[in-house]
T-cell receptor, first 115, second 114 residues
């Protein structure tokens, strides 16, 4: 238990479906992240949120839409995905300050399969 | 972002020490060296980090070269549960304005034989 919980753990969706991934952190952190891990590829940073504001979007297609309603919750809304979007989606959190930061804590991920 | 280079894979025997190398020849003066590992079917987890001096914690030791262009993660007695992908990552210091989000490379896949 890392203090970062992701649901669901597994998701199968059709290309025309709309679904959402949820991440919740119980660590009191102010920064949250979405990463994508495809088979045989390194983790790719998708989005960064600091104090609920998006601070990074690494050229992620618009079919992925993040939402951060508060510092403890992060969502990734999915619509009209492609089979190549099948991957493990990981959420992480950390505490970021002007003069210090903590290590990042990761959830166990959501294994997404697009059919 | 400063880049790190690690071997793709390494093998070890159970209860023996493991030395996982990392090269980071373009490291800047304020970059910290972080190590994370990813066990099968799990998200990455923090292992250790350092700036210049060698560091020890309950999980591992980190040996940093004097010129800081390379470092070595040391697992003193490998167990089967240490089989994972180990990532060496450079992160700017807290006072630095550089990007802090972790950028992962391919890492080193460590196999531990019983």
């Amino acid at each position: 238990e890392t203090g970062v919980t992701q649901t669901p753990r597994h998701l199968v969706m059709g290309m025309t479906n709309k679904k959402s991934l949820k991440c919740e952190q119980h660590l009191g952190h102010n920064a949250m992240y979405w990463y994508k891990q495809s088979a045989k590829k390194p983790l790719e940073l998708m989005f960064v949120y600091n104090f609920k504001e998006q601070t990074e979007n690494n050229s992620v297609p618009s079919r992925f839409s993040p939402e951060c309603p508060n510092s403890s919750h992060l969502f990734l809304h999915l619509h009209t995905l492609q089979p190549e979007d099948s991957a493990l989606y990981l959420c992480a959190s950390s505490q970021e300050g002007q003069s210090s930061y903590t290590e990042a804590f990761f959830g166990q991920g959501t294994r997404l399969t697009v059919v | 972002d400063a880049k790190t280079t690690q071997p793709n894979s390494m093998e070890s025997n159970e209860e023996e020490p493991v030395h996982l190398p990392c090269n980071h020849s373009t490291i800047s003066g304020t970059d910290y060296i972080h190590w994370y590992r990813q066990l099968p079917s799990q998200g990455p987890e923090y292992v250790i980090h350092g700036l210049t001096s060698n560091v020890n914690n309950r999980m591992a030791s980190l040996a940093i070269a004097e010129d800081r262009k390379s470092s070595t993660l040391i697992l003193h007695r490998a167990t089967l549960r240490d089989a994972a992908v180990y990532y060496c990552i450079l992160r700017p210091g807290a006072m630095d304005t550089g990007r802090r989000a972790l950028t992962f490379g391919s890492g080193t896949r460590l196999q531990v034989q019983p």
